[in-house]
Structures are given as structure tokens and as C-alpha cells.
């Protein structure tokens, strides 16, 4: 649960990427071409020019076709260390435009939790993990809570397909427990109704779901033990921490809840992150 608390505190701090203005302004300048070819672009530049099937495994919960509308293209557009150059100032400017200038001390605390993430097996997490702190703070704490939030996801890939689920079935799984509707993800995930239907089949022959698309009894114990197991793998940043996390939790609570307040991080949103 103390992982979990963590997830809420600093997610939307990382999440002004996805939905600030800056960003895709930032984007743009660069040469990308389009939302999703600067999200794309934006998640995996610091592992280079990566294509679409490396992409997409990474990222897990993208149909393929909608990545490789994206990748290898984006390349051709811009440079990987610019995307990362750009991206960094963009959420700097975004985070700046909510929360004001400062921030040294939440910062210093992010990056002792992200110096302590163990990389095996997380590639996304690893490659941020390799980006230069940039001088700027809030730049800091937005590369510290990527770090942060990538070495979790990351670990929920592993404990999804450690229960045997691929990426549309694990969303499904979500969608099956409440915290998200098909409305909410299925548009931005680029998955057919065809797509849909085959994955909600496969998980109702397994019993996960129910006719209606909903959790059965061992589906509620399946998502459990993915939540315990990725809460597990993200214990890391919390031993680093001790007594800290608390003083880190009540820097970063404040900050998370103008980001969304102010209107740049939305509540409901397709990541399932709360108003913490």
C-alpha cells in the first residue's frame, strides 16, 4: 500500500507530459509530426531510434499498428537527444506554470528514490534512469518521478506477463475492476473491436471475466496478485527513502493536486491516477 501511496503522490507530476500544451508545442518545434508521434517518440528517445516492435513490447498496452504509425518515422523528423532535449524543458515550463518556481528540496528526495530503482529487466526505466539531471528543479523532479513512475510501470509489465496476460488483456482487467471504461482507453490505445472482443473472449474461457465484462472471483484474486507483485517489485525507492517517504509525500502531494487542479493533468484519466 505504501508503494501504491508513492504511485499517487508523484504520477501526475509525470503526467503534465502527456497533457500539457507545452509538450506538444515542444513537439511540434522538433519536426514530430502529430500527438501520438511526439508521445511515442517521447517515451522511448532515450533508448535511441527505436522501432515499433521493440516499442511497442515496452510500452505493452499500445495495439502494434498504432505504434508503427509512429516508429520508425519519428526518426526521420527528429533526433532522439532532441526529443529528450525538448521534452525536458517542456515539462519544466508546464510543471512551472502550475506549481511556481522551486522545489530544490522534492527534487533532491525524487532522486534518492530514483538512484535506488533496480533496472533488471526495465528498459524504460533504465534509459531515463541514464538521461543528465538537467539544472533546472522542476526539470529534476520531472525526470526523478519518470524514473520513478517508468521502473513501476516497467514492473507491471513483468508482473502481467509473469500471470500469463498480454497488454489489451491486462487493460481489460482494469476495465473489469471499475477503475477505467472501454470509452476511456479503448480510443487512445488503438486496439480494433475485433481486437477487443478476441482478448474479452480469452479472458472469459479463462475465467477472469464474467459475461459482462466484468471481474469474476478469480479474476479479482488474478488482479491482486499483479497489484501485490508490481507494489513488490517497486519496494526499492521506499527502502531508499526510510522516514523520508513521508516528508517526500507531503512535497509532493501538494504539487500533484495543483497540477490537476490547474487543469493540466485530467481526473479521470487513461493512466487511472487519482486526485491523491
Not at 499483479?226 to 521506499?238: G, K, Q, S, V, W
Request: hydrophobic share 45%; glycine share 10%.
Amino acid at each position: 500500500m505504501t508503494a501504491r501511496k508513492l504511485w499517487t503522490a508523484v504520477e501526475p507530476l509525470h503526467a503534465v507530459v502527456y497533457f500539457a500544451p507545452e509538450t506538444a508545442e515542444a513537439a511540434k518545434a522538433a519536426g514530430l509530426r502529430g500527438y501520438w508521434m511526439g508521445y511515442f517518440a517521447g517515451r522511448v528517445a532515450p533508448l535511441g531510434a527505436v522501432g515499433p516492435a521493440a516499442a511497442t513490447a515496452m510500452l505493452f498496452g499500445f495495439a502494434p499498428a498504432m505504434v508503427a504509425r509512429a516508429l520508425p518515422d519519428a526518426w526521420s523528423f527528429a533526433s532522439p537527444a532532441d526529443v529528450v532535449e525538448t521534452r525536458l524543458a517542456a515539462v519544466s515550463s508546464a510543471l512551472r506554470r502550475a506549481v511556481g518556481d522551486g522545489h530544490e528540496e522534492l527534487a533532491a528526495l525524487l532522486e534518492r528514490a530514483a538512484d535506488a530503482c533496480r533496472c533488471d529487466g526495465r528498459p524504460l526505466a533504465a534509459a531515463w534512469a541514464d538521461v543528465p539531471r538537467p539544472a533546472d528543479p522542476l526539470g529534476r523532479v520531472w525526470l526523478a518521478a519518470t524514473v520513478l513512475r517508468e521502473h513501476r510501470g516497467d514492473g507491471h509489465v513483468l508482473a502481467a506477463v509473469h500471470a500469463g496476460l498480454g497488454g489489451l488483456e491486462t487493460t481489460l482487467t482494469h476495465i473489469g475492476d471499475g477503475v477505467l471504461g472501454r470509452a476511456d482507453v479503448q480510443p487512445h490505445r488503438g486496439w480494433s473491436d475485433d481486437d477487443w472482443t478476441a482478448a474479452l473472449e480469452r479472458l472469459q474461457r479463462r475465467g477472469v471475466l464474467d459475461g459482462d465484462g466484468r471481474l469474476t472471483d478469480d479474476g479479482r484474486a488474478l488482479r491482486r496478485r499483479i497489484e501485490e507483485d508490481t507494489d513488490r517489485l517497486a519496494a526499492a525507492p521506499l527502502e531508499a527513502l526510510g522516514d523520508d517517504l513521508e516528508r517526500l509525500l507531503e512535497l509532493a502531494v501538494p504539487l500533484s493536486r495543483a497540477v490537476i487542479d490547474a487543469g493540466v493533468v485530467p481526473v479521470p484519466n487513461p493512466m487511472g491516477v487519482p486526485r491523491p
